[in-house]
């Protein structure tokens, strides 16, 4: 069976700029490890400042979207941010272009629990259209600049099929170092879920799973190491970390955080590292796993 060198790279969310640049004005922050900032907060930082930790810089796309029931940001004022966050900050590795999600709620609105959506109130396909001929614009604007295509869909088949329009419009994902692959965050720990990563991969491509953590990460590899595909997985990311904190409203001993000093662990750098360094542990012993027997899953703050 084949696989990478490594196990997958997993790449943390951030809820906050600071956390790229060390410190903030109440707390000081020293992060060592690959970063997954958003547009949506670190776009608004007036002076940015050296990172101290490589980035991929997530567009924002699902946040605003969701919202706006489009984009509300240009290509080209997307493409002079990421200019001058490489400029003045460094050390990008890449960054998602402004695709457009698939999720029945994206495009027909409502409401999901206590979030709303605005709806888009197109089909899939237009989608799948809109988020190629972003990239097909971004590549053209700054060809200089590591913007990564992303596939998008809702059933297996339209991946298929996105892929397709990519090779129509003349890019060959099977050339490209990294392909997203969206719309999967919410149901990357299913059978559906699996299926995507799997034809993708048997279509040659090497893939970031965004929104993919713990339990999904251990689903998709099974999947893939069933079709001598493990090496397809290049990285994930996530901010399941924050999400446990807060529906749990754990807090780690020692760490004060709001007004009152009580709050919870939901933006703390202790609790995101910790929980970071069991996921870590657990992919890398599923990995090595995968090719001599049964995989257990034992990460116990898994969310």
């Given at each position: 069976?084949?696989?990478?060198?490594?196990?997958?790279?997993?790449?943390?969310?951030?809820?906050?700029?600071?956390?790229?640049?060390?410190?903030?004005?109440?707390?000081?922050?020293?992060?060592?490890?690959?970063?997954?900032?958003?547009?949506?907060?670190?776009?608004?930082?007036?002076?940015?400042?050296?990172?101290?930790?490589?980035?991929?810089?997530?567009?924002?796309?699902?946040?605003?979207?969701?919202?706006?029931?489009?984009?509300?940001?240009?290509?080209?004022?997307?493409?002079?941010?990421?200019?001058?966050?490489?400029?003045?900050?460094?050390?990008?590795?890449?960054?998602?272009p402004q695709d457009w999600m698939c999720?029945?709620?994206?495009?027909?609105?409502?409401?999901?629990?206590?979030?709303?959506?605005?709806?888009?109130?197109?089909?899939?396909?237009?989608?799948?259209?809109?988020?190629?001929?972003?990239?097909?614009?971004?590549?053209?604007?700054?060809?200089?600049?590591?913007?990564?295509?992303?596939?998008?869909?809702?059933?297996?088949?339209?991946?298929?099929?996105?892929?397709?329009?990519?090779?129509?419009?003349?890019?060959?994902?099977?050339?490209?170092?990294?392909?997203?692959?969206?719309?999967?965050?919410?149901?990357?720990?299913?059978?559906?879920?699996?299926?995507?990563?799997?034809?993708?991969?048997?279509?040659?491509?090497?893939?970031?799973?965004?929104?993919?953590?713990?339990?999904?990460?251990?689903?998709?590899?099974?999947?893939?190491?069933?079709?001598?595909?493990?090496?397809?997985?290049?990285?994930?990311?996530?901010?399941?970390?924050?999400?446990?904190?807060?529906?749990?409203?754990?807090?780690?001993?020692?760490?004060?955080?709001?007004?009152?000093?009580?709050?919870?662990?939901?933006?703390?750098?202790?609790?995101?590292?910790?929980?970071?360094?069991?996921?870590?542990?657990?992919?890398?012993?599923?990995?090595?796993?995968?090719?001599?027997?049964?995989?257990?899953?034992?990460?116990?703050?898994?969310?």
């Amino acid at each position: 069976m084949n696989g990478p060198a490594t196990s997958p790279l997993f790449w943390t969310g951030v809820p906050a700029p600071a956390w790229v640049f060390g410190t903030r004005r109440t707390e000081p922050y020293a992060i060592d490890w690959p970063a997954f900032p958003s547009f949506t907060s670190i776009g608004q930082v007036r002076n940015l400042r050296p990172a101290l930790t490589d980035a991929a810089m997530d567009s924002g796309g699902f946040t605003l979207v969701s919202k706006y029931g489009e984009w509300p940001v240009t290509p080209a004022q997307y493409v002079t941010f990421l200019r001058r966050y490489t400029a003045e900050s460094g050390r990008l590795i890449w960054a998602s272009p402004q695709d457009w999600m698939c999720e029945p709620e994206i495009i027909t609105g409502g409401r999901r629990g206590p979030e709303v959506y605005a709806g888009t109130g197109l089909s899939v396909a237009e989608h799948q259209r809109l988020t190629v001929e972003n990239y097909l614009t971004l590549r053209t604007l700054a060809p200089e600049l590591p913007i990564i295509p992303v596939v998008q869909g809702w059933e297996v088949h339209e991946y298929e099929r996105c892929v397709e329009l990519y090779d129509a419009h003349g890019v060959d994902l099977r050339t490209e170092p990294l392909v997203g692959v969206g719309s999967v965050c919410r149901r990357a720990d299913t059978p559906t879920g699996a299926a995507i990563f799997a034809t993708l991969a048997r279509a040659g491509l090497r893939m970031h799973g965004f929104g993919v953590h713990t339990r999904a990460i251990l689903r998709i590899l099974r999947a893939l190491a069933e079709i001598g595909r493990i090496d397809a997985l290049i990285s994930t990311d996530s901010m399941a970390w924050s999400a446990l904190a807060r529906r749990r409203n754990l807090r780690l001993p020692g760490c004060q955080h709001g007004v009152t000093g009580d709050g919870n662990c939901a933006n703390c750098p202790v609790w995101a590292g910790l929980w970071r360094g069991d996921l870590l542990t657990d992919i890398d012993r599923w990995y090595r796993d995968l090719t001599t027997g049964p995989v257990q899953l034992a990460m116990g703050g898994a969310a």
